[in-house]
């Protein structure tokens, strides 16, 4: 008779239960098989932290674990018998293999503190337990993220995800405004990721969340008119499939699974959908929409250029003007994602500005690590100057209207970057024997206590430290010879509607005065 060894050898690592019924093929009852499982000896191991339902365990041989087979088997059984970690598999999937730990509640798709459910959190620590997950810090922003541990998972890199992440705000910000304007949200109530308050519907997390009072929704009770809801989650990775439709489907099932909740309309945005995936969307009554559709085929091409843009900064930084002056202007369109845009891009404007104006060798976007120390930081732009003009190192500061340079901004950028910077630029042998000059940019003003602060600091030995607010920044730019540059910097960070709008008292004209007394005064 065949042994348990044997018969995982032969068909791979199996629930418990799927070898009892492979051995019933052979005529051995349910009893036997089960008291033969017990008494498997130490060359079977039973996957430790999870459990699956009639208490069925996850079975394997020593030279099985970790290899393609292995995993494959694991997310069969999920699917199977394990839709809480089958959802979390798919979706970290969906998003590129790795993403910000904040969202993994929404990527996940699991209610929050439900009875017998298991959490985001929970399932996070489990799957990190059997290997499958991990968490890392990224170096040049400290934030954390969740991706897949095993080789047999791609995972896309951080600054892909970032880039994705921008692209998607945008998008949330043009899903935000159209439900606002025609009524289909509750005005002051449609919520997006990182808002103070989290589109949460139902212990469901979602990308955005609004209370809906159109009537197939609204019902009216007793103590008044009762909200539906609109919710809506955003992808852009590429086109969607069948799984990532039943995904979204089985999140919005777990969000209407509760007796009293209000009716959930849910809306899934893409950059596409395969057919299959579409339709069954549609059989499924998800309100399944893409870029082009919502916004027109420009801003959908916009997008796909923004993350291009984002995602290879040092490449394009300086190789098109006309092409970020073009992604700006499509994207600016949709309001409530301008600010956001405007600062995502502003390093690759200022690294189009430097190189037009002095010319040299530019990189810009990328992280530089200290390998004695370990620590990591990302460098927005460096400009190799030609004539022996030294290297130009700048930090980017991209404000709103009304916004300003901190004194906690540039006390970090002075006392801790620009040291870190420093002692690594000073080991790279291309850079080494050349003069160094970090300057901080910004196309707003510095706040007084900062200026003051700066114009105090002690010279240091070595290299040159800098600034330009954004009326340095603007006689800067008129030495530009490309016009596309002049045209994106003064449309989008120096004369945007916003920056047209009222003044407030201590405004930025009024700061730009201060400053300039301060300047006099230490001069």
């Known amino acids: 008779m065949e042994s348990i060894t044997a018969l995982l050898g032969r068909i791979g690592p199996s629930l418990s239960t799927e070898l009892i019924a492979e051995m019933a093929k052979h005529g ?59 959802s979390a598999v798919t979706g970290l999937k969906a998003r590129g293999g790795c993403f910000p730990k904040r969202y993994f509640a929404a990527v996940c798709g699991s209610p929050a503190a439900r009875l017998r459910q298991l959490s985001p959190e929970r399932i996070l620590e489990r799957l990190s337990a059997i290997n499958l997950l991990e968490e890392f810090t990224d170096e040049a922003t400290g934030e954390p993220f969740v991706k897949f541990k095993p080789r047999h998972y791609r995972s896309d890199g951080v600054d892909t995800v970032r880039a994705r992440l921008v692209a998607e705000n945008v998008v949330l910000h043009g899903m935000k405004e159209w439900c606002r304007r025609t009524g289909f949200g509750s005005f002051d109530r449609v919520r997006v990721r990182d808002d103070e308050d989290a589109p949460v519907v139902s212990s469901v997390a979602w990308d955005l969340s609004a209370p809906c ?140 500005l430097v190189k037009d104006v002095e010319g040299g060798y530019l990189r810009a976007g990328e992280k530089w690590t200290n390998f004695q120390s370990g620590r990591a930081a990302e460098i927005d732009v460096l400009l190799d100057r030609p004539e022996d003009k030294g290297v130009l190192i700048i930090e980017c500061k991209s404000k709103i209207p009304g916004g300003r340079v901190s004194l906690e901004e540039v006390q970090k950028w002075h006392d801790d970057r620009v040291p870190l910077l420093q002692s690594i630029l000073q080991t790279d042998s291309r850079l080494h024997d050349k003069h160094l000059t970090f ?22 030995a070595g290299f040159n430290v800098g600034w330009k607010d954004g009326e340095a920044l603007k006689k800067y730019t008129d030495g530009a010879a490309n016009a596309a540059i002049r045209k994106t910097l003064n449309e989008h960070y120096f004369r945007h509607p916003l920056a047209r709008g009222p003044r407030t008292k201590g405004g930025e004209r009024q700061q730009r005065k201060t400053n300039e007394r301060t300047l006099a005064k230490h001069l």
């Open 28 to 86: 051995v009852s349910n009893t036997s098989a089960r008291q033969r499982i017990a008494r498997a000896g130490s060359d079977v191991v039973r996957l430790a932290g999870l459990r699956f339902p009639h208490n069925a365990r996850f079975l394997y041989l020593p030279d099985q674990f970790g290899d393609d087979t292995y995993w494959k088997a694991l997310e069969r059984v999920f699917r199977e018998h394990g839709k809480a970690y089958w």
């Open 213 to 352: 009072y159109a009537r197939p929704l609204v019902k009216a009770t007793a103590a008044g008119m009762k909200p539906g809801f609109v919710v809506c989650d955003v992808n852009l990775r590429g086109a969607l499939t069948d799984d990532d439709i039943a995904l979204f489907v089985r999140k919005h099932d777990q969000a209407s699974a509760p007796i009293k909740v209000a009716p959930i309309m849910p809306f899934l945005v893409a950059d596409g959908f395969t057919a299959s995936g579409f339709s069954l969307a549609k059989t499924k009554g998800v309100l399944a929409t893409t870029t082009g559709q919502l916004f027109g085929e420009d801003v959908a091409k916009a997008l796909r250029d923004l993350i291009s843009l984002l995602t290879d900064t040092g490449r394009t930084a300086s190789v098109n003007p006309e092409h970020i002056e073009r992604v700006l202007s499509n994207l600016t369109k949709i309001e409530g994602a301008a600010n956001n845009l405007r600062g995502a891009l502003f390093e690759i404007v200022v690294g189009s």
């Open 439 to 460: 300057e901080m940019w910004t196309n707003g003003p510095f706040a007084h206590d900062a200026l003051k602060w700066l114009l105090v600091q002690p010279a240091r």
